[in-house]
């Protein structure tokens, strides 16, 4: 247990959810929520380096008895949580004949339905307290997807529907909920393997979109904000 608020990041990797724990460990005991072990203990070295307190807990987030054992753990360790940022995803491309069933639901799963097991499991302590802040990674595949978006589209627009539910229920009862729309690719290794010509100016910088995060977990109650939109200056919209 530890005397510091808890911060709990879902989908942690390289990219958005690495820059999410490195901000909310600044103030925050961080719990690192991801699938694989191995590549938690990196970045719960660098925290801890920095002087900060962090947890690596591994879950298949698509697995409601995965999701319970990590929550009942992050609990008993840390606290519970004040902070919950969800961050897990999958992107497949495909339209709709090239979409397997499976992999509609599997994105589904890890997007939506994660995001809705990992809020119950929160909830009911916030509610206690009568505070609490949820915060739902979204991409513009929730607002308006492409035609090869068969899974992912779904799948955001299941989030964002979630997020608008919950706002309107826990709101009123001090929880924050908000939904923030990534407009444009994450500044990681995989984008720029991927797209070797991308410039710095076209990319998100996942620290800059970490700072949006943080400024929404701690926004005055008189004017929380609900949806949200992070693009590079370039991005057409």
């Excluded at 801890?48 to 009942?72: I, N, R, W, Y």
């Amino acid at each position: 247990m530890t005397d510091k608020k808890v911060a709990t990041v879902i989908g942690v990797g390289p990219g958005l959810g690495a820059a999410l724990a490195r901000r909310f460990a600044t103030e925050y005991a961080v719990a690192l929520v991801a699938r694989g072990t191995d590549k938690l203990a990196g970045f719960v070295a660098d925290i801890t380096a920095a002087g900060g307190t962090s947890l690596a807990v591994p879950a298949d987030m698509s697995k409601e008895q995965e999701v319970a054992a990590a929550f009942e753990r992050i609990r008993r360790d840390l606290g519970d949580t004040d902070v919950l940022l969800y961050n897990a995803a999958m992107r497949p491309f495909g339209a709709l004949m090239e979409t397997k069933p499976s992999t509609f639901e599997n994105t589904w799963r890890v997007g939506a339905f994660g995001a809705f097991l990992a809020a119950q499991q929160v909830v009911p302590a916030m509610l206690q307290r009568q505070r609490g802040v949820i915060l739902f990674t979204g991409a513009t595949a929730g607002v308006k997807p492409f035609a090869t978006s068969a899974a992912f589209g779904p799948a955001k627009f299941a989030m964002r529907g979630l997020a608008h539910v919950m706002a309107r229920d826990l709101g009123p009862k001090g929880i924050h909920v908000a939904w923030i729309n990534i407009d444009g690719a994450i500044d990681t290794p995989v984008i720029r393997q991927r797209f070797p010509q991308i410039k710095d100016e076209d990319m998100l910088k996942p620290s800059a979109i970490a700072d949006t995060y943080w400024h929404l977990a701690h926004q005055d109650p008189s004017a929380w904000t609900l949806d949200i939109d992070v693009r590079p200056f370039k991005e057409r919209f």
